[in-house]
């Protein structure tokens, strides 16, 4: 009975550690590093964490076993680097993290794993068994076999997704930056850190700018869409500088370390299928909706419909993941829609009755374009 209780009591941690904290070049990777995380997540297991860690750096495992100084522009040669660096690197983590009796594995993910619903339940359950083998998985995008199609494109959102797979409580970035600005610190001298975040607004996105690092794929940018999604999961993230000394330490401890994006309770609509909708299909277009949409969606509950709707951007087919902005373009929401973009471009702005009484759109005219149950909000 006391080993379930304790087993019960168990947190759950996501760390990211981005390509540019864990190398030292496009093409070598920082051991010692290595043995300073493994040292780190030891004593948060110790303190009652379960530990999942998102990583980069295949690619630049393999150039550095490859003896190749920098980094090749075509796909077959980056794919052939990441096949041969995601050996060498899960052979890196095994052996610092062994150093310290813990077992690792290697998880693999592309959209193709997440977009189905199936495959994306079959990927929690074996990350929730995983944990509860007292494991340590290592996960990573399978860069050997991903392409435009099927990439997360960064791993930023790849384990925000984890984190919402394993319900976690705290997700920590590595990043090579300290965390977010008022502006890029690289160019403005005035730049200051913001330590606490508690909603992801305009203000925040502007500040995010655009990636500060030439080493990984991502940015501030994706940070930020992650810790929205995170947010709405009722998940905190805190963004800090990934060689700050005892830095996941300090962060599953509570100490102030880079910036936090808060997170409150959990609210009770944001289900797992909600999340997968957020965070596991890519977005195939844009919604963009009037001002008594944007209330209705956002203030009353409700959802979608096409007279609420002003513009249509992008392609996208029946049960497709689409974002849905305001007239500003800011990006509200997320959902799943109940019709292709050809049809909602006819049908944007018109009344149920303007519908009905059209042979082709009459099939929207009792139904909504995304309804409440597919609709996850960010603010």
């Not at 330590?195 to 501030?220: H, K, P, T, Y």
């Amino acid at each position: 009975m006391a080993a379930v209780q304790e087993a019960a009591r168990r947190r759950r941690l996501v760390v990211k550690i981005g390509s540019a904290t864990l190398t030292t070049s496009e093409s070598s990777i920082d051991y010692g590093f290595l043995d300073d995380l493994a040292a780190q997540i030891e004593t948060v297991r110790q303190a009652g964490w379960d530990v999942v860690v998102v990583t980069s750096a295949a690619i630049a495992c393999g150039l550095e076993a490859l003896g190749i100084a920098k980094r090749p522009t075509d796909m077959p040669s980056l794919q052939a680097a990441a096949s041969v660096g995601q050996s060498a690197l899960s052979t890196a983590y095994a052996e610092a993290f062994g150093a310290k009796e813990m077992l690792t594995s290697v998880v693999l993910l592309t959209r193709r794993d997440t977009a189905d619903r199936t495959a994306y339940l079959h990927a929690r359950d074996t990350l929730n068994r995983l944990l509860e083998l007292s494991v340590v998985p290592i996960v990573n995008e399978n860069d050997t076999v991903s392409v435009e199609q099927i990439r997360f494109g960064d791993n930023d959102t790849l384990a925000a997704l984890v984190a919402c797979l394993i319900d976690a409580d705290l997700m920590v970035i590595l990043s090579d930056i300290d965390g977010l600005y008022t502006a890029n610190p690289q160019v403005d001298p005035t730049a200051q850190l913001i330590e606490r975040v508690d909603r992801v607004d305009r203000d925040i996105l502007a500040a995010a700018g655009g990636a500060v690092s030439g080493v990984g794929s991502g940015g501030m940018i994706t940070k930020i869409k992650a810790a929205r999604v995170l947010m709405a999961a009722g998940i905190p993230l805190v963004i800090c500088q990934g060689r700050r000394r005892d830095c996941i330490v300090d962060a599953a401890r509570g100490t102030s370390v880079g910036t936090l994006f808060t997170a409150p309770e959990r609210p009770h609509e944001i289900t797992p299928k909600k999340l997968w909708i957020a965070l596991g299909d890519a977005v195939h277009g844009t919604l963009v909706v009037d001002e008594g949409a944007h209330a209705a969606l956002v203030e009353r509950g409700k959802s979608l419909l096409p007279v609420g709707i002003r513009a249509v951007e992008g392609h996208f087919d029946y049960d497709d993941i689409v974002d849905v902005a305001d007239g500003s373009g800011h990006v509200f929401a997320r959902g799943r829609v109940t019709a292709g973009s050809d049809l909602l471009a006819l049908a944007a702005g018109k009344s149920r009755e303007e519908l009905a009484a059209n042979a082709i759109l009459s099939v929207l005219a009792d139904k909504s374009v995304i309804h409440r149950d597919d609709l996850v909000l960010f603010e």
